[in-house]
């Protein structure tokens, strides 16, 4: 990371300083005044929410966590992505220790922050910030510190994301897809814009350091190996690993290995840009009558196999802001009005495949409206939902243990294997109705 920290500040809600640690001596405490003068003089503006801000040569990166700042000061050209990810990993480690991170918990722990601002930072470049590695050599009750303990070998090995001597009695791995797809559709039905963006997430129960290799069905690989890739293979884009997977490797033959960290972690994460079709589609129709009532009917019709079921399904639609006494009626689930929205939310907790329901809703208008008002923006019909054990990419998973000595393929692995483990498709799909301020009869 081009570019060190000068010093870390940890600062209460008015400004004043709790704890600081001065890792390169080129700023003062007085910084930290300036950075709360300038943060206060900035409140009002809609840049004051900027987390980094700029002065007489001093860079400050800031993010507030309940009651405290956690601030950064520098003189050098540092990246401040890289710093403010560094600080959110401060806050974890805090509430590793602390519970919660508030003015009151670190008044009551300075002698174990001062040990922590020490190890998670040297000369301004950040080191550990694993909370689980950190307390294995910084115990909260500093009377049961070992003066001759050695720090733990996951500090100075490479595998700095897991302890040795982890063991079991039953060993497990589980293994969830999870998917998000966004959809944006036009009045015409016509798709604008659709990408899926996924997860593999993991939960790793194992003993000792396993070696772990991971195959999917990626288009580039299948076709280094010469295999058939018809209608099996899928394109990832953007592909982000975990810091436990070895890039090298992947690099050079497209393989995922990788000694896990122990608990939850998000091994990878992909986007892919395909045509997908919107899996619940909603058509709305708007009529006015005689300008003090508007009457809106919403279809919503699951375009997916019978054998699955989405949940958590919540459908928003816009209505105008001057809207009042609704009177509503659904065919499933249950609706509110949310003024707070302008928009009226039906919620409905399973729809099947292949099925269809209606609202129809109506509310009254004032008699009374202004000429010179500008007209009302056209919001769009927002659907969110959840579908259990299903992907869109089509994406597949192998997962072989090396002490394990045992290959487990993906449908065996989530419904066989592991009956704990799900594939999930979070759907976020916008139906953009040119609803002409919701005043007038439109049907997409």
Not at 114 to 127: K, N, R, T, V
Not at 173 to 198: A, K, P, Y
Not at 232 to 249: N, P
Request: glycine share 4%; proline share 5%.
């Amino acid at each position: 990371m081009a570019g060190a920290a000068s010093a870390l500040f940890l600062l209460d809600i008015k400004g004043r300083v709790l704890v600081w640690r001065d890792y390169r001596g080129d700023v003062s405490a007085a910084q930290a005044e300036r950075f709360f003068t300038k943060l206060i003089e900035k409140e009002g503006d809609p840049q004051s929410q900027d987390p980094v801000v700029y002065d007489n040569g001093v860079t400050y990166m800031f993010i507030q966590h309940s009651n405290v700042y956690l601030m950064i000061a520098t003189r050098q050209n540092c990246n401040a992505a890289s710093l403010l990810f560094f600080l959110h990993r401060v806050v974890d480690v805090f509430k590793h220790y602390f519970e919660e991170l508030e003015e009151e918990s670190l008044r009551d722990n300075f002698v174990v922050v001062y040990e922590l601002l020490d190890e998670i930072m040297d000369f301004g470049y950040p080191q550990y910030t694993e909370a689980k590695i950190l307390s294995e050599f910084i115990k909260t009750d500093a009377y049961r510190m070992e003066v001759t303990q050695r720090p733990p070998m996951a500090v100075t090995n490479a595998v700095s994301w897991r302890s040795e001597g982890i063991n079991y009695k039953k060993n497990e791995v589980f293994l969830d897809v999870v998917e998000s797809v966004n959809i944006l559709v036009n009045s015409n039905g016509q798709i604008i814009r659709s990408d899926v963006v996924g997860a593999l997430k993991m939960r790793t129960y194992l003993s000792g350091m396993p070696e772990c290799k991971l195959g999917l069905n990626d288009r580039v690989l299948l076709e280094a190996q010469g295999r058939a890739t018809k209608g099996k293979a899928i394109d990832l884009e953007d592909i982000k690993f975990h810091q436990c997977v070895r890039l090298a490797r992947f690099e050079n033959d497209r393989t995922i290995s990788f000694i896990p960290p122990d608990g939850s972690f998000d091994l990878m994460t992909y986007r892919l840009s395909t045509q997908v079709k919107p899996l619940i589609w909603v058509e709305a129709q708007v009529e006015k009558h005689s300008r003090s009532r508007v009457e809106i009917m919403v279809k919503a019709r699951s375009q997916f196999k019978e054998r699955s079921t989405a949940t958590n399904v919540e459908i928003m639609v816009p209505v105008p802001a001057d809207a009042s006494s609704p009177n509503v009626r659904t065919s499933m689930g249950s609706a509110a009005y949310a003024p707070e929205n302008d928009a009226l939310m039906w919620k409905i907790r399973s729809f099947p495949g292949g099925k269809e329901y209606m609202l129809r809703a109506e509310f009254t208008l004032p008699s009374i409206t202004d000429e010179e008002a500008t007209q009302e923006r056209k919001a769009p019909i927002r659907v969110k939902f959840e579908i259990p054990y299903f992907t869109l990419s089509g994406i597949q998973v192998c997962l072989h243990i090396l002490y394990f000595y045992l290959v487990i393929p993906s449908a065996a692995f989530c419904q066989s294997v592991l009956p704990q483990a799900q594939r999930v498709t979070k759907i976020f799909f916008f139906h953009c109705p040119h609803l002409s301020s919701l005043h007038s009869s439109v049907k997409n």
